[in-house]
């Protein structure tokens, strides 16, 4: 498939999709040098229990009713926020859901730089 018949059928998915129960976010506010992983590049950071259970659920729900991958070597890809073009070249901009534009808004509280999209990665058991 070309990009322009998998964003058409990108949207024709989103509209037909079973919507989840709306769900609440909570407020984060956290010192992000406090989770600097100072063994990894600047900017990976490692935030313990900063989803609650019923948040990371609702996440899970949401991903869950959303089926488009795209099949890669070893693993399959879900992107929210655009579709990756060839190597380099960056990304056809998509509309975020809003139940994941509700994460991105409270990542981008306590980020210099704002997060535009989402990458969701599958492994088969064992890998990845």
């Known amino acids: 498939q070309n990009i322009r018949q998998l964003l058409a059928s990108q949207k024709k998915k989103e509209e037909a999709k079973p919507t989840v129960k709306p769900w609440a976010m909570?407020?984060?506010?956290?010192q992000l040098e406090k989770w600097h992983l100072t063994?990894?590049?600047h900017d990976v950071y490692y935030?313990?229990?900063w989803l609650t259970p019923a948040e990371a659920s609702s996440i899970l729900e949401e991903t869950k009713a959303d089926d488009q991958f795209f099949s890669?070597?070893?693993?399959?890809?879900?992107?929210?926020g655009g579709i990756p073009v060839?190597?380099?070249?960056?990304?056809?901009p998509e509309t975020i859901p809003a139940w994941m534009q509700k994460v991105i808004d409270q990542l981008n509280k306590n980020r210099p730089v704002p997060g535009n999209h989402v990458l969701f990665n599958q492994y088969e058991g064992g890998r990845g």
């Open 26 to 30: 909570e407020d984060k506010e956290i």
């Open 86 to 92: 060839a190597y380099g070249e960056g990304m056809v």
């Open 72 to 80: 890669l070597t070893n693993r399959k890809l879900k992107v929210y």
């Open 47 to 49: 935030i313990p229990d």
């Open 39 to 41: 063994d990894a590049p």
